[in-house]
């Protein structure tokens, strides 16, 4: 079994900026994807970035150019920099890794953007 645990969610003013963090823990696995999702009541939950383990990265249109995600292999951690945020950005986001085991994610983390 692989754990996921997000950290960094938070309410934020619009423009402001917030660092989520995943980090994987369990035994004898090894990380491949890795991507972070949000979403809202009643909408369906989207891809917001991801990376693989070569350092290729994806993108939803909305958050590029705002949003950066990278990750240290080493300590099975994937973060995303949100930066420039605005109402619409807030959502639960929920860490993704997909392992040789399967995919697993966490419990999610709320970011709030006030206006």
């Known amino acids: 079994q692989v754990q996921v645990v997000e950290t960094g969610g938070g309410l934020v003013q619009s423009g402001g900026s917030l660092r989520l963090s995943c980090v994987a823990s369990?035994?004898?696995?090894?990380?491949?994807?890795m991507g972070w999702y949000r979403q809202t009541p009643g909408k369906q939950r989207e891809l917001v970035a991801s990376?693989?383990?070569?350092?290729?990265?994806v993108y939803a249109d909305s958050v590029k150019g705002r949003f950066n995600i990278s990750r240290d292999n080493p300590k099975n951690t994937v973060y995303l920099q949100m930066n420039n945020l605005n109402a619409e950005d807030t959502a639960v986001y929920y860490c993704?890794?997909?392992?040789?085991?399967?995919?697993?994610w966490g419990q999610g983390t709320q970011v709030t953007v006030s206006s």
């Open positions: 993704n890794v997909v392992t040789l085991r399967g995919p697993f």
């Open positions: 369990g035994s004898n696995f090894r990380l491949s994807f």
């Open positions: 990376i693989t383990s070569g350092g290729s990265t």
